[in-house]
């Protein structure tokens, strides 16, 4: 008796996927990086400055690239596909932000158009099914964006006083005996000033940064949520940690000053302990913990076993196939077109409509050290406040008169082609902990009559009042309104005209007492009629 093998089913033709023209992805690879060069330019000078928040943004890519490639198996399982409408939505949404940011410099909106860009092109070309795959790498792409200037020097001042609060509290409840002074921490020792370093924000964006890709690659969801959610614990604590073991330095005779070596290895040995408390969270046995594999990777162990079985059980017939498809004529020219008007957007904003360079101005040393009476001392600056309002001509300078027994410090901020000088000091002031008790607008009448429109601002903190002044000069032209400024100083950029722009600022202490705010409010007064048309002729 022979046995005969039966015959093996012809194998059905698997079907060709689409492949995009390499004309077509070099175009709009081309086309997207042209309209967004000038915020990557912008994006990487703040990676790599030497004080920066985001030393991992280049990492950041990289990470997401990675998050495509471990999604290989899955992605060829998935036929490409094309959904031009949603896509072309976002592209187009994308770039009306770009040109937007580009026309306003606003950083952070063309990097945030960026992202919007990138995953409306992949709808366009790829489809709802492979970015619905690989959606967790263009989210990841958001933490490589620096957050505005003005955000980061809130959120600095914010958990520099919550790390300063925790650590007394902390140091209290161990029976060492700490005062808390604003972001001063008095020990009987001496005393630890938490200062910008110290915040801890540094530590919190890159560890919210690291649990994003953390979750990213968890199949579980309650732990990838856990993750995101405890990072910014983790972060407050291990800053706290940091500045306990500080204390505890200071306290036996060796205070650490910031930039000292030991300094800067107490917060990598924080970053360090963070990361570990966050990768503890993924450790912990919490549902489903042994499937571990992605829905791809899932398929592409158990495809082999599938074809044994079915050839075991001698099926015959067609398998079913799925058809990909490249986007259509209309998808491919309206993602040309939208890129292209954003790279045309890109070269006239970023790099040809704009005033040519200039070099750094030194208008403010020629303001008058010594104007009648009235005698000047310079205040330091700190390190960062170059960096921060981009431009090293700043003035800040505490004016006294013999018949006063307190100062007006006149604050004086000017750059070429540069909005940030249009500064709010309330930003500041707030920063140092500083309530505004009293805001309205006021004119300040110089001693010829002309008139100067201006914001008063009365600001408190912990029993310490200041008067302060504050306004806005463009190319000659005074005005109150931070609003008005920034307008003015658009119209201006449209028409290529340079721009130059500055920051007032007058401040004076308020004395305790019920003639304190009308003392402060004369001795402004005086100020003004007496000295500052002198002091603001170097400011065009």
């Known amino acids: 008796m022979s046995a005969s093998a039966a015959p093996m089913p012809a194998a059905s033709p698997a079907a060709t996927p689409a492949r995009l023209p390499a004309a077509l992805l070099m175009a709009t690879a081309g086309l997207a990086a042209i309209a967004h060069a000038p915020g990557i330019l912008d994006m990487a000078g703040r990676w790599f400055a030497p004080s920066s928040y985001y030393g991992h943004g280049p990492f950041i890519p990289l990470a997401s690239a990675w998050l495509v ?131 801890g924000l540094r530590t919190l964006v890159t560890l919210v940064a690291a649990a994003a890709l953390f979750a990213a690659t968890e199949p579980r969801r309650v732990v990838a949520v856990a993750t995101l959610l405890l990072a910014v614990p983790i972060a407050l604590a291990a800053n706290v940690g940091r500045i306990l073991l500080l204390c505890y330095l200071d306290a036996q005779g060796a205070a650490v000053a910031p930039g000292e070596t030991l300094h800067e290895v107490t917060g990598l040995v924080v970053y360090a302990l963070a990361l570990a408390m966050l990768m503890l969270v993924r450790a912990v046995p919490i549902g489903g913990g042994d499937e571990a594999e992605s829905e791809g990777e899932a398929t592409a162990a158990n495809a082999p076993a599938a074809i044994e079985a079915g050839a075991a059980t001698d099926v015959a017939g067609p398998e079913p196939t799925t058809t990909a498809s490249t986007p259509p004529r209309g998808a491919r020219a309206g993602l040309i077109g939208v890129l292209g008007l954003g790279a045309l957007a890109g070269l006239l904003f970023g790099f040809i409509f704009t005033a040519p360079a200039v070099g750094a101005t030194e208008l403010t040393r020629k303001i008058p050290a010594r104007i009648g009476d009235w005698a000047g001392l310079e205040i330091a600056l700190g390190p960062r406040v170059p960096e921060i309002m981009g431009t090293s001509d700043i003035l800040y300078r505490r004016y006294t008169h013999p018949r006063t027994t307190l100062p007006v410090d006149l604050y004086v901020i000017h750059a070429t082609d540069s909005r940030k000088v249009a500064h709010p000091p309330e930003i500041c002031f707030t920063g140092g902990g500083f309530a505004t008790v009293d805001r309205a607008d006021r004119d300040l009448v110089l001693s010829d009559g002309a008139v100067i429109p201006a914001v008063r601002t009365l600001l408190s903190r912990d029993g310490t009042t200041f008067l302060v002044y504050h306004w806005y000069r463009l190319d000659g032209r005074d005005t109150a309104s931070y609003v008005d400024h920034q307008i003015t100083w658009l119209f201006r950029r449209l028409t290529r005209s340079q721009r130059e722009g500055s920051m007032v600022r007058l401040s004076t202490p308020v004395a305790p007492g019920t003639a304190g705010a009308s003392d402060a409010q004369e001795r402004i007064d005086a100020f003004v009629r007496e000295a500052l048309a002198l002091a603001l002729e170097p400011i065009p």
Do not use: Y
């Not at 999604?71 to 998935?78: F, G, S, W």
């Not at 490409?80 to 606003?106: H, I, N, W």
């Not at 995953?119 to 959606?135: M, S, Y």
């Open 69 to 199: 490639w471990r999604e290989r198996a899955a992605l060829r399982e998935t036929p490409l596909g094309s959904s031009p409408r949603l896509g072309l939505t976002v592209v187009g949404a994308s770039m009306l932000l770009l040109v937007a940011s580009l026309v306003l410099e606003v950083h952070v909106g063309q990097n945030a158009a960026l992202v919007g860009t990138l995953g409306g092109a992949a709808l366009v070309l790829l489809g709802r099914d492979v970015v619905r795959r690989i959606w967790p790498a263009f989210a990841i792409l958001i933490f490589m964006v620096p957050l505005p200037t003005a955000i980061i020097l809130r959120l600095t001042f914010e958990l520099k006083m919550i790390a300063a609060h925790l650590s007394a509290a902390s140091m209290t409840l161990a029976g060492v005996p700490a005062i808390q002074d604003g972001s001063v921490i008095h020990l009987e020792t001496g005393s630890v000033i938490v200062d910008e370093v110290c915040s």
